[in-house]
């Protein structure tokens, strides 16, 4: 992941939540090392915004430099649009506070890669780094000036919308 943030150029790293563990009913990854994924990490504490996940508690955070135990963070984007991040267990694309006409609401929890219109929001959610379901392969999210994607490892993009 943090190869894929370094060549795609952007300027923050988030993180919608279950950052160092996946919960008790998630096989973890063949050589998954939470320590040294929590290391790697802080190195990027200054880029990164981050949100409490449902398998995130406070032992992750004291390993971690920077916050990620809110349910929800707003971020407002140079163009007016705001950002609605959440993981998605307790606010998600359906139950979320009153937000303007183009806003975003970005979620994790399900790990299946969305990027659509609903109503006057997007909705959108990155898949999976560690643990991607329904057949998709592991993705992340990107964002510029005109355009929302869900880009695969291998640089697909797996869905996206103009902005």
Do not use: W
């Not at 609401?105 to 006057?120: D, F, R, S, T």
Request: net charge negative; with cysteine.
């Amino acid at each position: 992941m943090i190869e894929a943030f370094e060549q795609s150029g952007a300027q923050q790293l988030i993180i919608l939540g279950d950052v160092l563990n996946h919960g008790p009913r998630n096989a973890l990854p063949a050589g998954y090392d939470p320590i040294a994924v929590a290391d790697l990490l802080n190195e990027y504490a200054a880029k990164i915004i981050a949100v409490r996940g449902n398998c995130d508690s406070e032992v992750d955070q004291a390993l971690l430099h920077f916050p990620m135990m809110s349910d929800y963070n707003l971020v407002l984007l140079p163009s007016g649009r705001r950002i609605f991040l959440t993981h998605g267990h307790t606010y998600n694309i359906d139950n979320h506070p009153v937000l303007a006409a183009g806003d975003i609401i970005a979620c994790g929890h399900i790990h299946v890669p969305v990027a659509e219109l609903k109503g006057e929001q997007i909705d959108f959610n990155p898949g999976s780094v560690a643990i991607p379901r329904n057949g998709h392969p592991a993705s992340y999210g990107l964002l510029n000036d005109k355009r929302l994607s869900v880009v695969s490892f291998e640089g697909a993009e797996l869905v996206g919308l103009d902005l």
